[in-house]
């Protein structure tokens, strides 16, 4: 009978929100760690080369935005080659096929 008032007085809900909030902490320990991390080699990168951090850190966002872009265009053009490469080239079966 004792659960049964519990829950209806809202102490239920805290244990629930209580380990959501468990899960969520864990969640940022976690982002947390991999960000000083990886904030750390752009800021020791930045110290050797006597820059911003910031200048380190917006050049390899335009980097890898520059790659993925430069990846997709090659892509897009080798497809295009090839396709004309069939419309030009084709097989023919025998010499009478001219």
């Known amino acids: 009978m004792k659960s049964l008032t519990n829950k ?10 209580r380990e959501q909030t468990e899960s969520v902490g864990l969640f940022y320990r ?7 991390r990886g904030f750390e ?3 020791r990168i930045a110290e050797r080369l ?11 966002i335009y980097l890898t935005f ?10 897009l053009f080798l497809a295009f080659w090839l396709k ?15």
Do not use: P, W
């Open 41 to 43: 080699v752009s800021r």
């Open 8 to 17: 209806y007085r809202g102490e239920g809900l805290n244990e629930t929100r």
């Open 50 to 60: 006597g820059i911003r951090t910031r200048v380190v850190r917006t050049t390899f």
């Open 84 to 98: 004309i490469k069939d419309l030009v080239y084709t097989k023919r079966t025998s010499v009478f096929d001219l």
């Open 66 to 75: 520059a790659t993925l872009g430069f990846g997709f265009a090659l892509y």
């Open 30 to 36: 976690i982002l947390y760690y991999f960000q000083k």
